[in-house]
């Protein structure tokens, strides 16, 4: 099986868009990512998954807390720019919750602390437990087969 058809596969797997952010004695660190899920109600637990190769993976291990912020879909050059799609620095204002850096406007700010990490092949899978969260009503930004998109009223599907 080649690389390609693994990242295809798995861009067919529609998600949302988070940044995870984390702060090293005040110097705040930002990435996209949409490998984010939760694993657990009690005690209150998500997971991220960082590349070996980012630079917010050793800044994670080091501050040992990180946020999500789930993106709203007039955030999308947000998600550009802690990609790295969008090259020219950009100054972005964090907000905070319970100390972590958040970013205002996003649906949801979850604010984390490791509980543990796990070394799986190229990538470190953080599991995060849940110290703080606050909502915002706003529509997602969404993630599918490497294209940005949003919801349409149109297309909701009733589920009873
Ligand atoms: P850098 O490359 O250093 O940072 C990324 C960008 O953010 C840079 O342009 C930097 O200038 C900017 N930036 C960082 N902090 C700040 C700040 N405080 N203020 C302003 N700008 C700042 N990778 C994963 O490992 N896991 C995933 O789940 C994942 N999901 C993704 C989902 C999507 C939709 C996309 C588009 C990419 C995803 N990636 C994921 C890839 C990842 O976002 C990029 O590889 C990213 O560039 C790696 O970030 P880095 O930590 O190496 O930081």
Redesign the pocket.
């Known amino acids: 099986m080649d690389d390609r058809l693994f990242r295809t596969a798995m861009g067919k797997f529609a998600t949302g868009?988070t940044v995870i952010a984390t702060d090293v004695e005040g110097d705040?660190?930002?990435?996209?990512?949409?490998?984010f899920m939760s694993v657990s109600l009690s005690p209150k637990l998500v997971v991220i998954?960082?590349?070996e190769?980012?630079?917010?993976l050793e800044k994670i291990k080091q501050s040992q807390t990180f946020s999500v912020n789930i993106l709203a879909a007039e955030q999308q050059e947000l998600?550009m720019?802690?990609?790295?799609?969008i090259k020219e620095?950009?100054?972005?204002i964090f907000d905070r919750l319970d100390g972590k850096p958040v970013l205002a406007g996003a649906v949801a700010q979850i604010a984390c602390e490791v509980s543990a990490e796990h070394v799986e092949g190229d990538?470190t899978l953080f599991i995060g437990k849940v110290t703080d969260i606050k909502l915002q009503d706003a529509e997602p930004l969404l993630?599918y087969s490497g294209r940005y998109r949003t919801l349409l009223d149109e297309s909701t599907i009733p589920s009873n």
């Open positions: 868009v705040v660190h930002g990435m996209t990512a949409n490998a998954s960082i590349g190769k980012a630079k917010i998600s720019i802690f990609a790295g799609q620095p950009r100054e972005v990538h993630f």
